[in-house]
């Protein structure tokens, strides 16, 4: 398989994503910037669980959720650019079926894929922390 740039594709490059995605963020709700740092510590833990975190805080905590949500679209898109196809079914958090149905997607994905699009995700994690130190601190206007 050939890897092609992700930052080339004629669609916003990483950097200008995760921007995008800290200011969205911020102008929901900026209590919701923290969840970039968390962002780049779950990507440790693989696709599934990064996938999932949105579901955990959908109930109680939606901004944080969407955000989340935002972050995983994005990677998807990202990748789809490269040639990488990625799961991204709309699930419910309470429909048990669909959640396990995204899991397996997920875990199918080969191993060489996962990786890339692991390493992508952190990229995207780590621009997000980058701009998230830049704007917690800027008024709301931004």
Same mark, same amino acid.
């Given at each position: 398989?050939?890897?092609?740039?992700?930052?080339?594709?004629?669609?916003?490059?990483?950097?200008?994503?995760?921007?995008?995605?800290?200011?969205?963020?911020?102008?929901?709700?900026?209590?919701?910037?923290?969840?970039?740092?968390?962002?780049? #510590?779950?990507? /440790?833990?693989? =696709?599934?669980?990064?996938?999932? %975190?949105?579901? @955990? !805080?959908?109930?109680?905590?939606?901004?944080?959720?969407?955000?989340?949500?935002?972050?995983?679209?994005?990677?998807?898109?990202?990748?789809?650019?490269?040639?990488?196809?990625?799961?991204?079914?709309?699930?419910?958090?309470?429909?048990?079926?669909?959640? #396990?149905?995204? /899991?397996?997607? =997920?875990?199918?994905?080969?191993? %060489?894929?996962? @990786? !890339?699009?692991?390493?992508?995700?952190?990229?995207?994690?780590?621009?997000?922390?980058?701009?998230?130190?830049?704007?917690?601190?800027?008024?709301?206007?931004?």
């Amino acid at each position: 398989m050939a890897w092609k740039s992700y930052s080339t594709t004629g669609t916003a490059n990483i950097d200008q994503t995760a921007q995008k995605l800290v200011l969205n963020a911020k102008k929901r709700n900026r209590d919701s910037l923290n969840q970039g740092f968390k962002m780049r #510590e779950n990507v /440790a833990y693989g =696709l599934e669980r990064f996938w999932g %975190e949105h579901l @955990r !805080l959908q109930i109680r905590e939606t901004e944080k959720s969407l955000y989340w949500k935002e972050t995983w679209d994005a990677l998807v898109e990202i990748m789809s650019n490269a040639g990488i196809p990625v799961p991204n079914n709309t699930v419910d958090v309470n429909d048990t079926p669909a959640v #396990e149905e995204m /899991a397996h997607q =997920l875990w199918q994905i080969s191993r %060489e894929d996962q @990786r !890339l699009i692991l390493a992508v995700l952190s990229q995207l994690c780590d621009a997000i922390v980058w701009w998230t130190q830049r704007y917690k601190g800027t008024s709301s206007s931004t």
